[in-house]
């Protein structure tokens, strides 16, 4: 099967190897914590908060306005659709996602307009499809292509893997994170090798090295890992 990559600055394609095993694990934990959601966000916001504001490359500010912006965004769309179509919204530094299918245009161009009236909002990437709503094998399917693209990224040794955002949609994977040139490449080429995965659209907001640097100034993090030398993880606040 041919894996086709479309970004809003980048066409890559290029083979790179996967370890199922990992995949296996990541995946597993991915169905635990959706099993177990609700526990979840509690325990991420009394333990986990300083952990995920610290390895993130957004700002504190950032990641609030996101999380801000989704949960809008999900309860306008809901109140729209009225149980017509199955949407997701991902925010990432103010750059929103909307993937998922709707049974008309008329539907897809409300969304469309209601994302893009909340405030703070920076850019929208309307991905929903016209057409009858996803399977549950479906949507199963997409998050094990999810777990595996996860995998692949913390396997590579040039890619910090916490800096990506990943959204699969119908074998579409979709990235967003701010990250450099190189890394946008690389992320792009080894999400395209990964089986399943029909088409990678990239929706980065692109930074140069210095600037790279300038997020972890003042901090023991190491936001990615030189070439030839082995991974690394960021120290914990």
């Known amino acids: 099967m041919t894996h086709r990559t479309e970004t809003l600055r980048t ?3 290029a083979k790179s190897r996967f370890s199922l095993p990992r995949a296996g694990l990541v995946l597993m934990a991915a169905i635990a914590a959706t099993q177990l959601q609700g526990c979840f966000v509690l325990g991420a916001a009394a333990v986990g908060g300083t952990a995920m504001v610290a390895t993130d490359r957004r700002t504190a500010g950032a990641q609030l306005e996101d999380q801000t912006i989704q949960v809008k965004a999900a309860t306008q ?3 729209a659709l009225r149980g017509n179509g199955n949407v997701s919204v991902n925010s990432y530094n103010q750059q929103v996602l909307i993937t998922g299918q709707v049974p008309t245009e008329a539907y897809k161009q409300q ?3 209601i994302v893009s009236s909340i405030a ?3 850019a929208v990437a309307n991905e929903v499809v016209v057409g009858p709503n996803s399977t549950l094998g479906e949507e199963a399917n997409d998050t094990y292509i999810t777990s595996k693209v996860r995998a692949s990224f913390i ?6 893997s916490q800096a990506f955002k990943i959204t699969t949609s119908a074998g579409i994977v979709y990235l967003q994170g701010i990250v450099t040139q190189d890394e946008a490449d690389q992320a792009a080429a080894v999400a395209s090798a990964v089986s399943g995965v029909q ?4 929706l980065f ?3 140069t090295p210095d ?8 901090t023991s993090q190491t936001p990615v890992t030189p070439a030839g030398s082995a991974p690394t993880t960021p120290a914990k606040p």
């Open 11 to 13: 066409h890559v394609g």
């Open 211 to 218: 600037q790279l640097q300038g997020i972890y100034s003042n």
């Open 111 to 113: 969304i469309q307009q």
């Open 205 to 207: 907001d692109i930074i």
């Open 77 to 79: 769309i809901s109140n």
């Open 199 to 202: 088409k990678v659209v990239t």
């Open 120 to 122: 703070n909002v920076k």
């Open 155 to 160: 396997d590579d040794k040039q890619l910090y």
